[in-house]
């Protein structure tokens, strides 16, 4: 699957770089994308969701988001600006 590795790419390169806001962001999208698939696809899914929880809980303890619903322009108050 094309997209999956361009998001496991991608997430590779944010994690290098230590943007937790973008790791969350591409865990979210590979998340949405997972929970279209089989049962144990579904399951590493939601273990992708807790983790982007947790990155939420200790890297933007001010901030609330409802995961699933956000749009683009939500999540881009998670990106650093030079990434943008």
């Known amino acids: 699957m094309l997209c999956r590795q361009l998001l496991d790419d991608g997430l590779a390169i944010?994690?290098?770089r230590g943007?937790?806001?973008d790791a969350a962001r591409i865990m979210m999208k590979k998340a949405k994308i997972l929970s279209?698939?089989?049962a144990e696809v579904r399951m590493e899914a939601e273990s992708l969701q807790i983790q982007v929880q947790e990155i939420v809980m200790e890297?933007?303890?001010n901030?609330?988001?409802v995961l699933e619903g956000n749009d683009?322009?939500?999540w881009d108050a998670w990106i650093c600006p030079y990434w943008r």
């Open 14 to 16: 944010a994690e290098f």
């Open 19 to 21: 943007g937790k806001g």
């Open 36 to 38: 279209k698939g089989s």
């Open 59 to 61: 890297h933007f303890p």
């Open 63 to 65: 901030t609330v988001y």
């Open 72 to 74: 683009e322009e939500e």
